[in-house]
Nanobody
């Protein structure tokens, strides 16, 4: 059974840091592109960061470049999102996503709130 278990998130002050984790099971993790999306209230879900199946290529939304880092540990079937220099506009529900040509899986979402 496929499962993406997210952890991390919570409340941070502007300029602070948080790390999200997403532990995968039930599929061949190393064969999937792993993505982090976010959705703020009243806005569409947007792609924040992506890591290709080999982990060699990463891509970021312009709004988070230089502040967020996606990484993956294929041995632990886990993908991370390190978020630094957080801004209030980073407040959203963050979702882990596993994508391949054959399937598309989603985590349950975790709230990140950036506020003083």
């Amino acid at each position: 059974q496929v499962h993406l278990a997210q952890s991390g998130g919570g409340l941070a002050q502007p300029g602070g840091s948080l790390r999200l984790s997403c532990a995968a099971s039930g599929f061949t993790f190393s064969s999937y592109t792993m993505n982090w999306y976010r959705q703020a209230p009243g806005k569409e879900r947007e792609l924040v960061a992506a890591s290709t199946n080999g982990g060699g290529n990463t891509n970021y939304a312009d709004s988070v470049k230089g502040r967020f880092t996606i990484s993956r540990d294929n041995a632990k079937n886990t993908v991370y999102l390190q978020m630094n220099s957080l801004k209030p506009e980073d407040t959203a529900v963050y979702y882990c996503n596993a994508w391949s040509m054959e399937a598309d899986y989603w985590g349950q979402g975790t709230q990140v709130t950036v506020s003083s």
